[in-house]
C-alpha cells in the first residue's frame, strides 16, 4: 500500500501517564492539552501543562491549547460561552491571554471546542474563530476547531445547531469531525462510531469544508454496560481496547464483529450474576476508519483521547501512514 502523509492529533490530560504519553510521541503531528477553560467574566483560565508541552516539543510534536467553558463540574456551560461571542472587549482579552499562554509555553496553537453553543450564537462562534486565527496565524500559531458530528446544516439538537461547519472550515486552519459518542456513557448500549454513521458525517463535511483541512475523530476508547439498560439510571463504564479485549479472553466469551457498522461487541456476566455488553474497537474497525481518511483524502486523524497506549493501534496507524511532523515544531 502507498502510505500517505497525514496529521495525527491527539487529546491529553495533564494527569496522563508519562510513559503512555511518550510511547504516542513518534506518532502525533500535535497533541491537544485538556482544557484551557473560561470563567464567569470571560477570562481564560490556565492548564498546568508545562511539562506535556516540553516533552512534546522535545519529539517534535506541537501542542495546542484546547479551549473550552467547561464548568468546574464538567458541564459544557453555554452562557458562559455566549459572554464571550458577544462581547468584544472580553474577546480582545481573552486572544490576549492566548497569546501571552503560546508565547510563554511555545505551544503551536489553539484548538476550540466549545460544545453546546446556542444557535443564535453560530455566526458569531465563526467569528471569533476567525478573529482569533488572524491574531494568532500572524505570528505563526494555528487555529483548529472541533465540530459535533452532523449529517445537515440544519440539524436539530443543542449540540448541533451552534457549529457552522461552512464557517469554521473558512475560519480555522484544520477542523476535527467528531465521530464519536453514539454509544455514549448515559445512552444504550451501541458501538462508539459506527462507520455507516462517520461516513454520513464526512460525506456532508465534504460539502461544506475542504477535506485538506480534515481532521476524522477516532475513539480510543469503548464501553461496558451493565443490563437491563435503564435510561436515566445505567451509566456505562469506560473501558480501554486493551481492557475490553482481555475482560472477553478472561470471561471466555466470543467477540462479535457487524460488518456493517464495523464495531466489535460481546456480553458476558458478571460473579455477582448481572450481564454486560461491551463495545469497542479492534484493529478491524480501525482499519475501517483509516480506510475512509484514504478514501475521502482526509488531513489525518484525531483521537479521543490518548490517555491510554496500544501498540495495535500503533502498528496499524504505521502501517497505514506516514506521520506529518512539524517543521516548525524545534526540539529543545
Known amino acids: 500500500m502507498d502510505k500517505r502523509t497525514v496529521l495525527v492529533n491527539g487529546y491529553a490530560y495533564p494527569f496522563i501517564d508519562r510513559g503512555v504519553f511518550q510511547a504516542w510521541m513518534p506518532d502525533l503531528t500535535l497533541v491537544s492539552n485538556f482544557s484551557y477553560g473560561l470563567d464567569e467574566q470571560g477570562n481564560l483560565t490556565l492548564l498546568d501543562d508545562r511539562e506535556l508541552v516540553d516533552i512534546a516539543r522535545s519529539n517534535g510534536v506541537g501542542s495546542l491549547m484546547v479551549l473550552t467553558a467547561l464548568t468546574e463540574e464538567e458541564g459544557f456551560d453555554s452562557e458562559r460561552a455566549s459572554l464571550l461571542f458577544n462581547n468584544v472587549e472580553i474577546q480582545d482579552r481573552y486572544i490576549a491571554q492566548i497569546l501571552e499562554n503560546l508565547r510563554q509555553k511555545k505551544m503551536r496553537g489553539v484548538d476550540f471546542d466549545f460544545e453546546y453553543v446556542f444557535s443564535e450564537d453560530r455566526e458569531k462562534y465563526v467569528a471569533l474563530v476567525a478573529k482569533t486565527a488572524a491574531a494568532l496565524n500572524q505570528e505563526g500559531y494555528i487555529v483548529t476547531v472541533a465540530l459535533a458530528p452532523k449529517t445537515s ?169 506516514n506521520v506529518y511532523k512539524d517543521p516548525n515544531v524545534i526540539p529543545l
Open 153 to 321: 446544516t440544519e440539524q436539530p439538537g443543542l449540540l448541533y445547531q451552534g457549529h457552522d461547519y461552512y464557517g469554521m472550515g473558512q475560519a480555522a486552519d484544520l477542523v476535527l469531525l467528531m465521530t464519536y459518542e453514539w454509544g455514549y456513557t448515559y445512552g444504550p448500549p451501541m458501538a462508539v462510531a459506527p462507520i455507516n454513521q462517520v461516513r454520513r458525517v464526512i460525506e456532508y463535511g465534504l460539502t461544506q469544508i475542504d477535506p485538506g483541512k480534515i481532521l476524522l475523530g477516532v475513539p480510543n476508547y469503548g464501553y461496558d454496560w451493565t443490563l437491563p439498560f435503564v435510561r436515566g439510571v445505567t451509566r456505562a463504564r469506560k473501558i480501554s481496547h486493551r481492557e475490553a479485549y482481555q475482560q472477553a479472553v478472561e470471561q471466555g466469551v466470543s467477540v462479535n464483529y457487524d460488518p456493517s457498522i464495523s464495531a466489535p461487541n460481546y456480553r458476558y456476566t458478571d460473579i455477582d450474576g448481572a450481564v454486560h455488553e461491551v463495545w469497542y474497537e479492534d484493529e478491524r474497525s480501525l482499519r475501517a476508519k483509516f480506510d475512509l481518511v484514504n478514501e475521502y483524502g482526509l488531513a489525518g486523524i484525531s483521537f479521543w483521547n490518548i490517555m491510554t497506549y496500544h501498540y495495535e493501534t500503533d502498528e496499524l496507524l504505521n502501517q497505514y501512514f
